[in-house]
């Protein structure tokens, strides 16, 4: 049978998303339900990849599927595409399976040309709209199709409107926009070196080939990237019918939530505007009407639309984000999607939803993505600062942020890159700015709604964005923008609160967010759910306060090395590392250990018995020394200025010890259980302070769990020698105490070599923690700190690398060494405790596999454990989902 | 049945030496042979092991079975221990599988005490002789078996000596030596904190195990890493009957070699000391005469000694090392081994039995160790050099050196870590200074012979040796020594030529090897046996033809960054490297692309088809530039000298440059093909100028078969973009010059990634070559630059790592991840070519390990080219054995 490329809305067979891409596949199942949709047919994400297949070029079998396709629209709705009496006009949109928002292209009033533009304006009466519709498809169709630069048409507008005296496009008449019709197919045939074409065939054609273009544009390609979404997926094409929201005051567009996205409130919400079509809305160059005063315009209409949403929102089980068309009166449903929301909304919808009984309590666990919760635990504007505020506009996606102000998306991404926090301020934003909302730290617009380009993404990326603040008046060309009488220069600091739509001038203090109640029901049920730990990398008694009040089961990595970090022990810290003498070293050790000791003694004391595992020095000696090239610079002034000096004397002999430590990668020198074996009384210290906080701790009472990790092993007998140590050390002294002291000792699994032997390693070993971030580096020969700069982000823009392995887990390769690493070691050790430590143990991808590979925890970051007991909670869903369609197929 | 731990000399049970240890197995087989051998005992390595297992005790069935076995000593001999009539003396020697000479331990003359002392004076009617024993068997018990400062005695014997007026030990009387005997007893006492036993049982069973006690000394710990014996084999003991060489001018003892171990020629070769025992001649203190002094002195006994040597070298097929002593008259053997040899000694000794038809070809290949072959390549002292030699002494170990004289061994070993040349000059050696020994280019010593530790050691290693210079005279105190009026001080150069023995003053011009006839028969026979290929890592056609001529495939390894690093061409490399524009970068390009054109022509027409492996730019570019820290310094001094020259501003805009390509870890950055993505430019230089020279070179009719190596590929995309670079050159290069270019192309697997994703890579790959330096550098996590200094040799002195993994492939880790790279290549695609081009391509173990796991070839430098195809065929040769022994058990 012949491949079948296109479904007509209401067609039979069961068609999935992946077929008909997320619009298409909701508006056939809007259609089923009885829902008013403008009808029409979706051509499929297979046709999309057969065309790229063949080298951008449409099927002979696609093309005659199309044609007939088009033949039983003209049938159903009595139009003809081309025809003069009744001529058929139609959309041509894309719609791949995940929603993509603004990133791929759009072709409205298709058919339209010369000849039934009179048609038109003769059927509606209205020849204003017939020409001013045909004036944008023609603008349309040179930007999407023909590649033309849009500001061609929009200066001659602009041009046209200054000239006649008009101050907004409602001032210009029928005739007018004659004349701009024939300017602006002038303007087409010059800059594309073609005519614009009169056939409706011809039109539908190549606007197809154009949305299938679009899918691989650069904006959809760094979208998709910035998503996850694989580049093989392709998009699908729907070609519709068109209803117009522009016939005149009873005729309108509009967005509808079935709930709050900022808030999760249970309410209709939203935005209309009269008269409009559906791009003026989402565009955000009008700013539209709240939805509920459709409620007073138009009562029954508004009635209606609740109840088709209800209908919706409980059949999808999810928030529905819908955009409808009022042509004359009449409702019609042009789209139903999974709205986008924040995370506070998403928990409260989620929450709310088991209580409406619409979802059960696992339902309810999936329709939150872990990785926004992060948002919901960022820090807000401290309610009690007396800063007035310089102005409103509409809170589009919540958080605070303060950064200098830039105009430019560009700008944004350049200073961002060179570590700076900046506010992107723009009139409004399209999809080529989206690399500068990345870059800032949120996004104010002058123009546009809580529907508007800059708001959605903004949502989607858990960042900050005030939309619609018309009071502020922005000068690109002088970068400057005005508030009434104060002036705001790029570069001035200013701090936006995306949750009440304030601005301030300069920084202002923020607090720390409280867990919301249905926050805490939403974990709970996923602790229930979840059978994968979530422990905390944290090294302070506060990092670990704030871990266990966010649901932490212990710490899953504590490194010792920041507590020697501070300026107060810096000085021991350098005396011990530069110690001539053995007796020396000691008594640099000797000062330190009682500060140690009381770090772990606190630590303890805040976890009450929770395990915590803590990691023995790990990074270079030199981190902790004076930097070489200063000594260096500062040696050769004084062998000017003051050759005779002590300073100079001191500088060099320090520069003499300093360079005894040197290395040339230092990523793979003596640090980590190296540093242990060579000098072994510096662990011993350690050990010591962590067993004598830990007797301390018990005599009050408090139970104790430590698990002492050895770092960097990547041969057995590195373990075997300094787990001696610790044993020696917990014998002399819990025999000094009377008392037996209950640990594990383990190691970090990050050179492959400890990985590909971990079967001896584990024979030493209590636990294996997998130390990803370096593991990385080592299996990919990587150094972060070099590659990131130097080529990662040219490999990831290149679409070398599918993401930057330091963020997401590279499950073919670095995973393969965890794997290898859990099944190896548990094979000597069955009762091998296993867990992940690495920046990934907080991304849910990462959560996933780390559940599929049979380890017992994740830690991260404390801000990241409800995110990380989320997804350890989807893990468990996911892989019973899929073991239940193993077993159950079809 | 109980376990059998002692084994008669003439056991009938077919036992090995795996029981048995290389000297006792020895013993059994001369007694099978009918040689005459001091009748005994051997206590086996099984209860060698047993003891350690017991916590260094004999077990109880031991013990019994050496009482029993002593019996039946004491029957045979009609001796018995103790006794006063007629006293049985015996020797307690170790003897371990493998034969480390001097490492462990011996006791001599067990039995005497202050009663049977006087029986053996009664019955040798010598006195003198039996007094002498008694005091030897004192200090060495002392020394050996009680653990006490040998110098307690010898600075006893050396004072009574002294204030008796004696200039030797011949000197002294009886009563002398009975003073003596009364003097160590109590020194005995006082070191030890006990009495010298008087009873031979407890003698015995104490010298027992201290010879099990020292497997595990230092020296043999330190020997069994160096030769790679594993820990657990434990040593044997043999308990044998004494018998003396120095009872008077018909006794003697002497060592000989069944071939001249220095040159292979075929005549009995040794020394023997009249009036001595065997001590006396491997301990180097009095120098021996040549053996076919002997010949003359007791011919028949010569020619019994000849006869007997012919018969065991036919039986073991192998030129013997032999220790014979004579008393009164009568030839006794008291050991037969393979004798140690010179490489040169050891391929003409392999080439001539097969000639004399006592070996077959491949029994002849197995007779030379590859690792040993090098020394023939090495170079020789310039034979037209005028320099006059200082002094002469005895050839004991070929080769040249120049070098800093040291008088110490742990000095030799300081001064060589810091990576200078050295030449150990000693008196004579001891197995205390095998650290020296190895440490040192050279070593001289001013006593001993050709057998003495030195020499043997020496050899062994294939290092230079020049013994028994009795005309220098050394002064350890004050560093020096003196030959006639010349003083040497410690640190000036001389230069040692241990084929000839001369020794000159400063540094004397050397000269390249030729290969003998004998060696290129050898390899011949090698080649034939040999399935795996040997190339060579080779980057100038100089060292490609060096190595062709040595007998190399083809080239594994051509790094073309060498040819940027002349001085000639660093200026363009600068420019082209710190160039601000595509435009200058590519001038600087133009520039370089003609001369690596000719380089790769005169490589090409060197090889005349044979196939190239070329490796693509892989260092850091920043390698190429100025020291960021000597402009920092040069900067700093202009700015208060000449702040406003224009030096300064120049250094300072170098300075900016540089700065951009400096990196925190160089060997994870920015390099190998992640420069060939960032800088295509560069790399497309390269493939023109490789595919014009090709073009070139094909024309004047000579075949051209390049291996284009994409170095440092961590994922398949890296490959993919960079093959895809090569093949669009060589298509332009190809059509321009209308001929069809044949090329493969292909990848280094040096990160571990590359290896645990190769069923990825090899789909876009011809061959892989395994970068094991890399690889063994990311899978360890080990700098080498770092880790050689910093910690690596504190591991292998610590014993927690078995080897340096940069000399020895690691087979359980870095092996791994070849043996899975191979296999995974293979399955995508079955004719992937595979070879190994790191440092360890020249070393026998990972030639085995390579041949097994299925690898294509070696590659390995010009001079390890010989020793490779040799080891190549060895490993054939065991993977043979051992498979027929896995056919046919037992």
Redesign the interface.
């Known amino acids: 049978m012949e491949q079948k490329f296109v479904f007509m809305f209401d067609h039979e067979k069961a068609v999935g998303k992946e077929m008909l891409g997320g619009k298409g596949a909701n508006l056939a199942e809007m259609t089923r339900l009885g829902l008013p949709v403008p009808y029409g047919f979706t051509v499929t994400t297979e046709a999309c990849n057969a065309y790229y297949e063949a080298g951008e070029q449409l099927s002979e079998a696609a093309t005659i599927q199309i044609k007939k396709s088009l033949e039983k629209l003209e049938e159903r709705t009595g139009k003809t595409l081309g025809d003069t009496n009744s001529p058929l006009l139609v959309s041509v949109r894309s719609g791949a399976v995940h929603s993509m928002p603004g990133m791929m292209d759009t072709v409205l009033n298709l058919g339209m040309n010369d000849d039934t533009v009179k048609a038109i304006a003769d059927l509606t009466h209205n020849p204003r709209f017939a020409y001013d519709s045909y004036r944008r498809f023609i603008q349309m169709f040179g930007d999407v199709v023909l590649g033309l630069d849009n500001s061609l048409y929009e200066n001659f507008l602009e041009n046209y409107r200054t000239s006649s005296g008009y101050t907004s496009d409602v001032q210009m008449t029928a005739g007018d926009w004659k004349e701009i019709i024939e300017a602006y197919k002038k303007i087409t045939t010059e800059a594309a070196g073609r005519t614009f074409p009169q056939d409706p065939y011809e039109q539908l054609f190549l606007s197809i080939s154009a949305v299938f273009d679009s899918w691989n544009n650069k904006r959809a390609l760094l979208y998709r990237r910035l998503h996850d979404i694989p580049g093989h997926l392709g998009t699908a094409v729907n070609v519709q019918s068109m209803v117009f929201g522009n016939m005149g005051n009873d005729s309108g567009t509009g967005v509808a939530f079935t709930r709050n996205p900022s808030t999760g409130k249970s309410e209709l919400y939203g935005e209309y505007l009269i008269n409009a079509q559906g791009e003026d809305v989402v565009a955000g160059i009008r700013t539209p009407q709240p939805i509920n005063e459709l409620k007073r315009e138009m009562p029954d209409l508004y009635s209606e639309l609740m109840k088709m949403c209800n209908l919706l929102e409980n059949h999808y089980k999810n928030m529905q984000d819908i955009e409808f068309t009022v042509e004359n009166g009449a409702l019609f449903f042009l789209q139903t999607r999974n709205g986008k929301r924040t995370a506070q909304s998403a928990v409260r919808i989620a929450v709310e939803m088991v209580n409406e009984r619409i979802v059960s309590e696992e339902e309810a666990l999936l329709l939150v993505d872990p990785d926004q919760l992060s948002q919901l635990l960022h820090k807000h504007i401290d309610p009690e600062h007396t800063s007035q505020k310089l102005v409103t506009g509409l809170p589009a996606s919540p958080g605070a942020a303060t950064g200098e102000v830039v105009f430019d998306a560009d700008r944004a991404e350049l200073l961002s890159n060179e570590g700076r926090n900046v506010i992107l301020v723009r009139p409004e934003t399209t999809p080529e700015d989206i690399h500068g909302i990345v870059a800032a730290k949120a996004t104010v617009t002058s123009r546009g709604g809580m529907t508007s380009h800059a708001a959605v993404v903004a949502r989607g990326m858990g960042k900050a964005c005030i939309c619609g603040c018309g009071s502020i008046n922005i000068d690109l060309e002088s970068g400057r923008f005005t508030v009434a009488d104060t002036i705001v220069e790029e570069g001035d600091v200013i701090t936006v609160d995306g949750a009440s739509g304030d601005i301030y001038l300069g920084e202002i203090a923020t607090i720390e967010p409280e867990m919301s109640d249905v926050f805490r029901q939403l974990l709970g049920w996923a602790d229930n759910t979840s059978t994968l730990g979530v422990r905390t990398n944290a090294d302070t008694p506060e990092d670990v306060r704030k871990a266990v009040e966010l649901g932490a089961e212990g710490v899953g990595l504590c490194r010792t090395e920041h507590m020697f970090m501070n300026s107060e022990r810096l000085p021991a810290v350098q005396k011990m590392i530069l110690a001539e003498s053995e007796e020396e070293r000691n008594k640099a050790l000797n000062r330190l250990l009682p500060m140690q000791q009381q770090d772990f003694e606190r630590i303890f004391e805040t976890l009450r018995g929770r395990p915590v595992t803590i990691r023995l020095l790990d990074p270079p000696l030199h981190e902790f020394l004076p930097n070489?090239?200063e000594l260096?610079?500062d040696i050769?002034?004084l062998e000017?200025?003051e050759p005779e000096s002590v300073e100079l004397g001191r500088k060099q002999k320090l520069l003499r010890s300093v360079r005894l430590l040197e290395?040339?990668?230092?990523?793979?020198?003596?640090r980590g259980c190296?540093l242990g074996?060579?000098h072994p009384e510096i662990y011993e210290m350690q050990i010591t302070a962590l067993f004598q906080a830990m007797t301390g701790v018990l005599n009050k009472g408090i139970d104790v769990n430590p698990e002492i990790m050895i770092p960097?092993v990547?041969?057995v007998?590195?373990l075997r020698?300094m787990s001696g140590l610790v044993h020696k050390v917990a014998k002399e002294i819990g025999g000094r105490n009377g008392i037996s002291l209950n640990y594990l000792t383990g190691t970090m699994i990050?050179?492959?070599?400890a990985a590909?032997?971990a079967d001896?390693i584990s024979s030493e070993a209590d636990f294996f923690s997998f130390g990803t971030n370096?593991l990385t580096?080592?299996?990919?020969?990587?150094?972060r700190?070099?590659?990131e700069g130097?080529?990662l982000q040219?490999?990831i823009e290149?679409?070398?690398?599918p993401d930057n392995p330091f963020m997401k887990l590279?499950q073919?390769?670095?995973g393969?060494?965890v794997e290898s690493g859990v099944s190896l070691g548990k094979q000597t050790n069955p009762q091998l405790k296993t867990g992940i430590c690495g920046e990934h143990g907080g991304d849910k991808d990462a959560i996933r596999f780390c559940f599929d590979k049979g380890l017992d925890y994740v830690s991260c970051s404390p801000f990241r454990v409800p995110a990380a007991r989320l997804a350890a909670a989807q893990a468990a869903l996911y892989s019973r989902q899929e073991r239940k369609s193993v077993l159950q197929p079809g």
């Open positions: 070489v090239e260096l610079v050769t002034r000017l200025t290395e040339s990668n230092p990523m793979l020198g003596l190296r074996m060579v960097l990547s041969h007998a590195e020698e990050e050179t492959p070599r590909l032997t001896e370096d580096q080592t299996t990919f020969g990587f150094s700190d070099d590659a130097k080529f040219y490999y290149n679409g070398t690398l590279d073919e390769g670095v393969k060494l």
